[in-house]
């Protein structure tokens, strides 16, 4: 059994953004930190819109984002005694990025769209497998983690 990452492109964003990369750097991100197949991973690229919606609704933040994570693996500091599904796939959970919000954030930053794209998909992906950001000694960690991830998967 392989590891199953869907892809969801809003309509109005389809064609800008590739499943097939988006993938490939998913998998680079899982290999690297020891996740190994059976695993299931949902990625949304979507409006500015929806993503305040679902950061309003689900954190209490009514304001807008560039990329959301809702994991379903307990988190550090959690009840240990979670049970892993009997068909023995790990359920990341589901990333959800405001593709116009990465575009307008990349021109701010200097860097490709797709830099951005990679860096927002790393990020999330990350907070599914328990980082975070909350403490400064997190981010810290979190942010090293990306770069380095980055580099791996987008090298030069």
């Given at each position: ?15 800008m953004v590739d499943g097939g990369w ?71 959970g589901e990333v959800i990025i405001s ?34 950001h909350e403490e400064p000694e997190e ?18």
């Amino acid at each position: 059994m392989s590891g199953e990452i869907e892809i969801f492109v809003e309509e109005e964003f389809r064609g800008m953004v590739d499943g097939g990369w988006v993938k490939k750097i998913v998998r680079q991100v899982l290999k690297a930190e020891g996740m190994a197949p059976p695993y299931e991973v949902s990625l949304v690229f979507t409006d500015p819109e929806t993503v305040q919606r679902l950061n309003r609704d689900y954190r209490g933040v009514d304001e807008p984002t560039d990329v959301l994570a809702f994991y379903m693996l307990p988190q550090r500091g959690a009840d240990s005694s979670f049970a892993l599904p009997p068909d023995g796939v790990t359920r990341l959970g589901e990333v959800i990025i405001s593709y116009p919000q990465a575009v307008a954030q990349a021109r701010e930053q200097g860097h490709s769209p797709e830099r951005e794209l990679a860096l927002l998909v790393i990020h999330g992906i990350l907070h599914l497998l328990g980082y975070d950001h909350e403490e400064p000694e997190e981010k810290s960690k979190m942010s090293e983690r990306e770069r380095e991830l980055l580099e791996r998967c987008l090298p030069g």
